[in-house]
């Protein structure tokens, strides 16, 4: 059976995704329901006993571990079906969570004459890098973007979202996008635990918080089949921090200072 609006921002308070009303796509506006700002993290006598929880959430992407086209397609289609990301035809209107792009598109900061052509020729996966320090937070004049103190995962309110469109402007990464027109119709098929948005809203990745909070991994995580690692980087002994201590890895325009907590493992 379909959940209602209604149901699905109850299923959310109370399993205290750490996501609450406020963090809610636009849609629960249709029914008349106030956003707040999500500033304290959820008490714990109200949380699913299954919720994934950490005091820094991060990813480590095993580039050499996603197989090709059909990998990364596997990988964007989890999340973005889950999500009910829109297809829209027009490259300008796109809307994209996650999605691949060329290392020269990728590391502007790394080139090298010398790059191995194999690495050099490779894709890589893109998303938000929810940073320690996201520029994102700073400029969006509603707080419709904000980041959550308990977990550092750098959220998006829909209710409070007014379209200025400077956090994209602020972000360095490209990892957001901005529905032009209705995104509804161009969802092929339509995921009823996940609310739809509307026309004049931002949206980008949230690293699944309503999937940690019921127990389960990001959609991306779960369909990369071990190319992707995610856990809690303050944590020595998470997955994600063996990934990091065992490989080398990169993170995206670090000279600008906002500490992504996306690694490439190259």
Known sequence: MSKTRRDFLKIAGIS???LGCSALPAAASEEGLAAAPAADAPAADTMNPHALTATRW???????????????????????SYHNVPKIPKHKNEIKWIWEDSFEHTFTEK???????????????????????PPC???????????????????????????CRFCMAACPY???SFNFGDPRPYIKELNPDYPTRMRGVVEKCDF???????????????????????????????????????????????????????????
């Open 16 to 18: 205290a995704l750490g």
């Open 58 to 80: 991060g990813m480590a992407i095993f580039t050499r571990k996603i197989k090709g086209p059909e990998h990364f397609k596997q990988i964007i289609s989890a999340c973005h």
């Open 111 to 133: 080139e090298s004459h010398y790059l191995a052509e194999d690495v050099k020729m490779m894709d890589f996966l893109l998303l938000c890098n929810h940073c320690d320090n």
């Open 137 to 163: 937070v700073r400029v969006c004049p509603t707080k419709a973007t904000f980041k959550r103190d308990w977990d550092g995962i750098v959220m998006m309110d829909m209710h409070r979202c007014i379209g």
């Open 174 to 176: 490209g990892s957001r």
């Open 208 to 266: 699944c918080v309503e999937r940690l909070a019921q127990g389960m991994m990001p959609a991306c995580v779960e369909a990369s089949e071990g190319a992707l690692v995610f856990g809690d980087l303050d944590d020595p002994n998470s997955d994600v921090r063996k990934a990091l201590r065992e490989n080398f890895s990169i993170r995206r325009k670090t000279s600008l200072g906002t500490q992504p907590s996306v690694y490439y493992i190259i």
